[in-house]
């Protein structure tokens, strides 16, 4: 059957801004007479207020709120910029590195009384996976399949931030993100765009609340717009090579969702977009996220981002970075000194225009008036603020859920059973630091449970449990190899503790092969010489590559970098007291090799042929991939109709039971794939979830309601949305079923 592509018209933008302007100017009115400035005035709308304010506003002064610098002592080895010596009270936002708002509060106080006009500094700073207190890494949060748990974390580090002077966060990170060899995959939520978007929602929910002006609600900052995650051969900083299909299809769809979330800010990517820079893109940043998507927060550079337009090969100075940069859209210049030093200049000159700059300025003015600064520039210090214990349950259950059962085999290993001597054995069992994962904010490794510790917790009063580190981490000093291995030989059972120390992933933490260190390698090896049973638990910031060790195990559990509470939610699972229920949201290859490799690839001509000569083509644990240890069974997807109109709606059941002896949950995925189309779309696509806890016996109904253009359709390489009729499959699990979709 052929078909058709039909478009969905726009939503008109200009009648909301007209709006806007005339009740403004209506209030700008009825404030003429009043002494106090509208702009102070709280029961005034803020888009009245901005008016006012702006009104007031030097040029020196507007130029002023589109710099961002630096405030405390900045440990962040890769943000290297020049030193802020003096601050002006007029600054527009400051990262804070402080834990304690009183620096801010000083701060604040200068810009409250010692500028003419009192307008607040806004505090941003990277709460990434915590303030504090912190959770799983954001890799291993999607594999939680939870969002409503990642929006409690989320707002717990929304409130410990905001008790500690600081309003903005950098965070979500939503680059969809398919080459583990790049270090930022531990930053995001995975490999697919619907996961980043749902995630991504769950995030700017949980940390702008239900209201931004809230004193325990923070700004949101989605990141990096966009295309970051395509880096080539996944070496940070570098070029990418994106058509604009994929930019539609793959890139920008996590963005859409978080601007519709209500996202109140975004940051531009370091990333070249096939030879125009992010953070001075017009396409992406004027005419898609302002224009078309009618966002009104603002755009921050990231990190000297502008002045590193010269390096990228795009302008021969900063002063024509800075032209580049705000004549695209980017509204604030985060430690570049470029905006402060170069727009007055290009204003005279005529290469940028007054309405350009006053554009940015009030798109930062209306963040800070959402979030009630004018009102609330101060931080009161709350002295129990960190790890609360409901935050630390909130930290644990994540951590729980993030963690996945990768392998489980006819031993049966795991839960424990039988074993009474336990040996522990590997660099990673007793590290408290690694266990944070990169971007730790405040995090403290004392405040972390370690494998080690979590393990004696939890067995300590029923079994025999002995320690040895086997090797270093990385060198080829083997640290007490021949120890390790008498260990094993005494031992009922090994939990051999192997990984990635925190700083391998993250920024700028590229590796060219995603193996562990070679001595992990050996270690595991040669303790398999036991004969013991042996479980691996692996604390990474990516997939790894485990081609060459997965054969000593009978059972392998991922654990990620989980935060605080790590030690204490392996353990529960280790003894079976927490069942399992991760899955995995970036595919793990067999090997380096394989790279890229992700479930929802376009497909091919010859799916018969086309593979490698020298290994296998397919990876070692796919997109989805994640044991439990109870048994689940699918019945055949059900459809309300099997052949439907664009406009009609459909709904597919599926019935799972647990049928085995322990509840457990279960995350049913729903993905669609269309056989053909105008354009080819990947082999499946997801397009919901949900994760229910199941009792042994019980058999629970899970549904998907269909609807056309949201979930058939797909886009152009113009962002045109368009549904086409024709077969479409619909999966479950192992399960399929037709629908028809008819003019
Ligand atoms: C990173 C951003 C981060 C910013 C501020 C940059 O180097 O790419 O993700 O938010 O620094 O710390």
Redesign the pocket.
Known sequence: MKKRKMNIGLNDKGILRRTLLTISVFFLSLNTFASEPLYKDSSMPVESRIEDLMGRMTLEEKIFQLNQYTLGWNN?E??LGEEVKEIPAEIGSL?YFEEDPELRNLMQKKAMEESRLGIPILFG??VIHGFRTIYPISLAQACSWNPALVKEACAVAAQESRMSGVDWT??P?IDVARDPRWG?VS?GYGEDPYLNSVFGVASVEGYQGNNLSDTLSIAA?L??FVGYGASEAGRDYVYTEISPQTLWDTYLPPYEAGINAGAATV?SA?NDISGVPASANPYTLNDILKQKWNFDGFVVS??AAINQLKEQGYTADNKEGTMRAINAGLDMD?MNHAYDRNLQALLEEGLVTQDVIDEAVRRILRVKFRLGLFENPYTSEVKDRFLRKSSLETASNLAAESMVLLKNDSTKVLPLKNFKKIAVIGPMAKTQKELLGS?NAHGNPEDVISFWEGINKEFGSTHEIRYAEGCDFDSDISNGLSDAMKLADWADIVIMCLGEKNNWSG?NASRADIHLPAIQESLAQTISASGKPMVLILTNGRPLALDRIEPFFNAIVEAWQPGVAGGESLAGILSGRINPSGKLAMTFPLTTGQIPIYYNRRKSGRHHQGFYKDISSEPLYPFGHGLSYTDFEYSDIKISSSEIKKSDKVTATVSVKNIGEIPGYETVMWFVSDPFSTITRPVKELKHFEKVNINPGETREFSFEIDPLKDLGFVDNEGNKFVEPGDYYITVNDKRIKLTLTE
């Open positions: 962040n890769n943000n990262i700073y990277d950098f965070s990170m930022r930053e900052c990141k990096h940051m370091f990231d990190w985060m971007w920024e």
